[in-house]
């Protein structure tokens, strides 16, 4: 009696080798040809009519064409430009031109590894501080989130990195007093800018204002009969109240029509109807800090110190943190914590306590 064959599954084939052993193994069509492209060889039919199944849906999730590095950094570019500021479009530009030389702008996205972004942070790290380094990690993250999000990557390389720790510093600040100082020797250098110069100093360290949000401040956001200003923050708008000096520094600054030069305009007391405060934006606002740097010898001098001084002279002033969050729009306790330089001695603390009756509570103020 002969015995029954074993039906096979479909797309599936047997073969006898030399020893009389069988083996199996499953077939796919490959090109307009219908050329077959065969799974290895296995000793279950069943096991090699899987194999054909499991590459047939690798082929299925993979991108119909290879995106190289280059395709995602200009996606991700048409997206900042389209929703993000021009400061934002010019940081990312500035380091995803350093990532594509690094890494090569033809390189496949899902070809590059943790190990070759570990490598990158290593050398990096011999040329730069640790913050600049975080800065090409970040734009390394949108970048492959942006891969991810559109399903040509499967996950984050990046998530098996590690971003460089950067060490506490001190931050850059400056007393009262010594700000009195820089301002009147900006107004006595007799450079064509001054008073215009002397003014963005003095707004930036009487509202607490960001580099980023003077140099979004419009004429039309100035109201210096109420003393209020609109603040096109990072995350948020919102209307703030300046005081006296600020008004007057603003004046100075939206000082005469478009076209004509500040110093004059101001002296005949005219103010701008509309366009920004600053002419020239972020970039006139770094000059003059590049400028007064080099012409003082003071190299703290720049916009942020004068955030960290505004904020330090409002909890050196005796207010309490919520104030200070509401005035410096800042959301956590603990970057106030961090803007706060107030140095106190220890002794005057401790002070305090007592088990003496009728001792008085002594504060650090008193």
């Given at each position: 009696?002969?015995?029954?064959t074993?039906?096979?599954?479909?797309?599936?084939?047997?073969?006898?080798?030399?020893?009389?052993?069988?083996?199996?193994?499953?077939?796919?069509?490959?090109?307009?040809?219908?050329?077959?492209?065969?799974?290895?060889?296995?000793?279950?039919?069943?096991?090699?009519?899987?194999?054909?199944?499991r590459?047939?849906?690798?082929?299925?999730?993979?991108?119909?064409?290879?995106?190289?590095?280059?395709?995602?950094?200009?996606?991700?570019?048409?997206?900042?430009?389209?929703?993000?500021?021009?400061?934002?479009?010019?940081?990312?530009?500035?380091?995803?031109?350093?990532?594509?030389?690094?890494?090569?702008?033809?390189?496949q996205?899902?070809?590059?590894?943790?190990?070759?972004?570990?490598?990158?942070?290593?050398?990096?790290?011999?040329?730069?501080?640790?913050?600049?380094?975080?800065?090409?990690?970040?734009?390394?993250?949108?970048?492959?989130?942006?891969?991810?999000?559109?399903?040509i990557?499967?996950?984050?390389?990046?998530?098996?990195?590690?971003?460089?720790?950067?060490?506490?510093?001190?931050?850059?600040?400056?007393?009262?007093?010594?700000?009195?100082?820089?301002v009147e020797?900006?107004?006595?250098s007799?450079?064509?800018?001054?008073?215009?110069?002397?003014?963005?100093?003095?707004?930036?360290?009487?509202?607490?204002?960001?580099?980023?949000?003077?140099?979004?401040?419009q004429?039309?956001?100035?109201?210096?009969?109420?003393?209020?200003?609109?603040?096109r923050?990072?995350?948020?708008?919102?209307?703030?109240?300046?005081?006296?000096?600020?008004?007057?520094?603003?004046?100075?600054?939206?000082?005469?029509?478009?076209?004509?030069?500040?110093?004059?305009?101001?002296?005949?007391?005219?103010?701008?109807?509309?366009?920004?405060?600053?002419d020239?934006?972020?970039?006139?606002?770094?000059?003059?800090?590049?400028?007064?740097?080099?012409?003082?010898?003071?190299?703290?001098?720049h916009?942020?110190?004068?955030?960290?001084?505004?904020?330090?002279?409002?909890?050196?002033?005796?207010?309490?943190?919520?104030?200070?969050?509401?005035?410096?729009?800042?959301?956590?306790?603990?970057?106030?914590?961090?803007?706060?330089?107030?140095?106190?001695?220890?002794?005057?603390?401790l002070?305090?306590?007592?088990?003496?009756?009728?001792?008085p509570?002594?504060?650090?103020?008193?």
């Open positions: 009696m002969a015995k029954p074993r039906k096979l599954p479909e797309f599936v084939e047997e073969i006898r080798l030399k020893s009389g052993a069988l083996r199996y193994r499953s077939w796919i069509p490959a090109g307009r040809s219908g050329k077959r492209v065969w799974t290895r060889r296995v000793d279950d039919p069943i096991l090699a009519r899987r194999l054909r199944d590459a047939i849906r690798l082929c299925d999730a993979a991108p119909t064409r290879a995106h190289s590095l280059a395709d995602v950094v200009e996606r991700v570019e048409a997206e900042i430009t389209t929703d993000g500021t021009a400061g934002y479009l010019r940081w990312f530009r500035g380091h995803s031109a350093l990532i594509l030389e690094r890494f090569g702008a033809k390189t996205v899902h070809r590059i590894r943790a190990e070759q972004i570990q490598a990158f942070k290593r050398v990096r790290l011999l040329e730069v501080s640790p913050a600049s380094v975080r800065h090409d990690f970040s734009v390394l993250s949108l970048v492959f989130r942006y891969a991810v999000r559109h399903d990557l499967d996950r984050n390389p990046l998530d098996k990195v590690k971003r460089p720790r950067v060490d506490g510093r001190e931050m850059d600040w400056f007393t009262q007093e010594e700000l009195v100082t820089i020797r900006v107004q006595a007799g450079f064509p800018s001054a008073n215009t110069d002397a003014a963005i100093i003095s707004t930036l360290y009487l509202t607490g204002l960001r580099l980023s949000e003077l140099a979004r401040l004429v039309t956001d100035v109201d210096l009969v109420r003393r209020t200003i609109w603040i923050g990072k995350r948020r708008h919102e209307q703030a109240g300046i005081a006296l000096e600020a008004a007057a520094a603003l004046r100075v600054l939206m000082a005469g029509p478009c076209g004509t030069t500040r110093d004059n305009a101001g002296q005949r007391g005219t103010t701008r109807d509309k366009g920004p405060v600053v020239g934006g972020y970039e006139a606002i770094r000059r003059c800090f590049r400028r007064w740097q080099a012409r003082l010898k003071e190299p703290r001098l916009a942020h110190a004068l955030r960290h001084s505004f904020v330090t002279t409002l909890v050196q002033a005796g207010h309490d943190l919520d104030v200070v969050m509401d005035h410096a729009r800042i959301r956590s306790v603990a970057t106030v914590l961090r803007y706060n330089h107030r140095r106190v001695d220890p002794a005057q603390v002070g305090a306590l007592s088990l003496r009756r009728g001792s509570l002594r504060r650090v103020s008193d």
